[in-house]
Structures are given as C-alpha cells and as structure tokens.
C-alpha cells in the first residue's frame, strides 16, 4: 500500500491569462511503462504509477484473463527496471481468445468477449452501512496528497469488516482496480466487501469485480450502460455518483443498510 | 460530427440518503463493443460511443500504428453490427512491433514501444490567441448535453483557421482524440490547428496528436509526466488546465498569443 519510489515530479509552468504571463510550479504524476510477465512469458505492458507493483501484475493478468483464483499465485517478484514477473499454476488452454480493448480510464484495457457474455459465479456476500460508506469515501479520497497534487491519478479503496482494508492509486482508473484485485488474489485483503474507486464505472471496471466476486462496486462517478448491464447479470451493488450520507445506487440496493 | 443513433440510456434509480429512500431518473452512456478491421483483417476491438464512427475506426487505426498518413486511406464501411472495416494502402511490414497497453481513459489503449522512443517529423505550425482558445473551450464544454447527462463520456475538439472544425465525444477519452484524428485523415479537418480535450495528457494522448503533426494540445485537466516529455520531445505546446482566460502552458508557450 505504501509508496515504493518517489512518484511526483516538479515542472515550472508558464501561466497565460488576461492579466499577462506569470509562473507556477506544478506537480506531475509519474507515469512508467511496465511489463508484467507470467511465468517468464511476456504477456503485456502498461504504463503505471510506480506504486503497489506486485498486486498491480497479478490484477493485471486476472483483468487479462490469464489468472482466474488466488490458489494459482505462487510467486510475484518486481523489478524496477519495468518489469513485473508473476509465476502461477495455469493452463496455456485457458488463455482468453479474442480480446476487446476497452473504453475504460485505465490501463490494462482487454477484456476477451467470453468473459463479457459468460454466466458469473455466486458473489461473496456482504453487506455496509451507510456510515461505512460515508467513512469508507472520505478515506479513499483523503487517502493521499497525490490526486490533490497532480490531477492526474485515480483512487481506488476495499472497505471490508468494517475498515478499509486496501488503498491504492494510478494514472489509470483501471491499474487502481487492478491493485486492489491483485492484493485479494495475494490473500493480503478479504472479497467480501465493497470497491470504491473516483474512475467511472464502464464495463470493464464492473466485469473485473463481479468475476472476482465481490459484491458492492461504487464510484464517485456515473456508470456506462454496459457497467450496469454486467452489474445487473452479475447481481453486483452498483453505486453511482457515491457522496458521504447520499448514494444513488443503480442495481440491488439491499446490501446497503441505513445506520 | 452528428449523432448516429441513440447513445443513451434511461435507467431508475434507488437514491439511498440519511433522509431515507428515493427514486431519481438517471441518463447513461451506452457503450459499445466494435471491432476494427484493415483490409479485412480484424485488428481489435474497442468499448466506443456509437457515433463518429468513420473517423474512429480510422484513428483507432492511427493510434495502433497501422496507418501513417490520409494518403493511404481509400474506403471507410460501418456495419451497425459492430464492426468497422477500414481500406487501406499499408505494408504488412510496417505493423507495430511489441506493444505497450497505454494507462489513458481511453479505449484504443496500445502503443509500440518504437512509436514512444522514436523520433518526430516536424509538426504543423499554428498560433492561436486566447480569445479563440475561450471560444474553443467554450464550443467543447457546451457541445452537447451529453457529458452533463451521463458524466460518462469525453469531449475533443479540433480548432483551426478561426473556428471549431470538429466535435467528438466518446466513453474513452482516447476514443475521441482517436475519432478527431479519423477526421483528419480522412481529409475532413485541417492538421494546423489546436486539440482541446476533457481527459487527462497522458502519454498516450499527447503521442498520438504529436505523431498527426498536431502543434498544440490542451486539457481541461492535467499532463502525465510522459506526456510531459513526449511534447518536449516533439515540440508540441502542452496546456495542462485550460480555462477560458487561463492557461496553465507546460511546453512551447510561442504559439499562444494575447488577444
């Protein structure tokens, strides 16, 4: 969860307006292309926030297709130079056949058409309050200076057993996702809770959550239609435009409990 | 420019607050998967917005690296089926090589690592003033109602000799820089101008304009410290929070003058 290497950079940036020209020192969000390997095949890249690396490459294969359970993960090794090798027991015959890229915020951006129109495996089950929720909202987006600092990155949170439990950020909505995946399918965090993230919620976001089983998917932003179509199929809490003490919930509102 | 079909969806929902329990219409973006196909051959895939989609399948097209240039461009189909076939004069040679998955809110999603590291021709020149970029930003923000709707979707528009040249909107962000560069190529808009876009810069983003020649690119939001680099690399004029009257320039001021 920590931050592994300094993720900011500073640039001074000329500042036009009608009063003239002026400077103003801004902060920029790093952004670094890693490859994430499986089993010492090269299976893709993206470009990342250098933040919650290990979690990010087992996230990132299971968005792919290529690691469907926690079992599987035997091993995560990172190396800074860009590179994310992750060793786990799976099935050449299993690798997703034909992908689609997709609309989403994020990064890892494929997702196979068998993942989109397959049936879905029961959810965990869980319940949150709407004081959990109003808590679990203020730590995600006061979980870091970075979002403030750079506008540049997307936050990402797992509320379960009354806390939040994982808290993560990347230039890309979906790499945020993708760490928080990557940390239950390494056993560091439970599934039976609820995702929050600030990145919208498009079909891409809402189909990695439901196969990983978890119940209750919220953003502060809007769903696409696809996003509550699989929330639907799946029987996914689908919250949208989620404040402390107000959530506009557009599928299976009673996980959530008033007090 | 116009919207194809119906890109919207009506959907109740449950509004759960600490006043208790309401009902509320919302509006939703629908998003679509569609294949992208060059001379027959299915290239990939991606979540889109259903409308520009002539100019999509051909920026998409760009944006991967499979055409260059508006010269070998020759025939645009969209089947409303989901598939658009793009007919080009290309060299199965010059196919990206190894491919980075981009962290862009966005669809198309790949860049080949030689598009990243290699060298740019020379851009196209333009200049425009700050009152053009307050009437840019206003024609993008209120180009349709669509972003206020379902805060599902991102604008991009292309300015150049004087006016707005082209509107897109898309779930991905990418989608809509990639539909302005269809434009282009497809010989509809004019190169020398000016892209403002609502997404974040990041690198993928600020490549794909810089490799069209585009001179100067702006957002609502903020540059990636690779998108950054890249437009220092290439010499574009990179405007992080673009505001009628207030620009934040993070490269090449030169071409924005007062007035």
Known sequence: MGQDVDV????TTVVLSTDGRDEQNETLAVEVPYKVAL?????GASMVLETGLEAFGVGFLFGQGYIQTAEQVKEVLVCNQGRIAVYADVDEADEPKEVIITSGCGGTGKISREM???????????TITMDE?????RSV???SDLGA???CVHGCGLWAHGKMQAFYEDVGRHNAVDKIIGA???GRVPTDGAVYTTGRLTSDMVLKCARMGIPIVMSRTSPSSLGLAIARRAGVTLVGYARPGRLNV???PERIKQG
Chains 1, 2 share one sequence.
Do not use: C, R, W, Y
Not at 133 to 137: D, K, N
């Open 149 to 151: 600092e750079t506008h």
């Open 250 to 252: 557009f599928n299976a």
């Open 39 to 43: 089993n010492d095949k090269n299976i």
């Open 8 to 11: 900011t950079l500073k640039h």
């Open 141 to 143: 987006l006061h979980g």
């Open 116 to 126: 989109l129109e397959g049936a879905f495996d029961p959810l965990q089950e869980a």
């Open 184 to 186: 239950i399918l390494l």
């Open 133 to 137: 929720v109003s808590e679990f909202i």
